[in-house]
């Protein structure tokens, strides 16, 4: 089993930039899929990026494509999102998700999630 938390979220200017980190407990954190997801307020959890087990793939949602970059290390069993050229629209709350089998844009399909953390853009 994997216990995850967020950190580094905050509130940053339009334009600027941003990492979030993801501490993962657990021996086995080197073998599961990550994923970032972000839900703003009324809205439905959407796919930011996932990362396979040895830091291949990655994928982004088409929103973020060019401006956020996933990326692990395995030996600090940590997962990162770099955010940059930030927008308004960005606005969310930021979850780590992990799974040892899947690998998607899928929420659903992710079995351990963290308590999120904050970012706020502002214009």
């Known amino acids: 089993q994997v216990q995850l938390v967020e950190s580094g979220g905050g509130l940053v200017q339009a334009g600027g930039s941003l990492t979030l980190s993801c501490l993962a407990s657990?021996?086995?954190?080197?073998?599961?899929?990550m994923g970032w997801f972000r839900q703003a307020p009324g809205k439905e959890r959407e796919f930011v990026a996932s990362i396979n087990a040895r830091g291949g793939g990655p994928f982004y949602g088409n929103s973020v494509k060019g401006r956020f970059t996933i990326s692990r290390d395995n030996a600090k069993n940590t997962v990162y999102l770099r955010m940059t050229s930030l927008k308004a629209e960005d606005t969310a709350v930021y979850y780590c998700?992990?799974?040892?089998?899947?690998?998607?844009?899928?929420?659903?399909?992710?079995?351990?999630w963290g308590q999120g953390t904050q970012v706020t853009v502002s214009s």
């Open positions: 657990g021996r086995t954190f080197s073998s599961y899929g």
């Open positions: 998700a992990g799974d040892p089998t899947y690998l998607g844009s899928s929420s659903y399909e992710y079995d351990y």
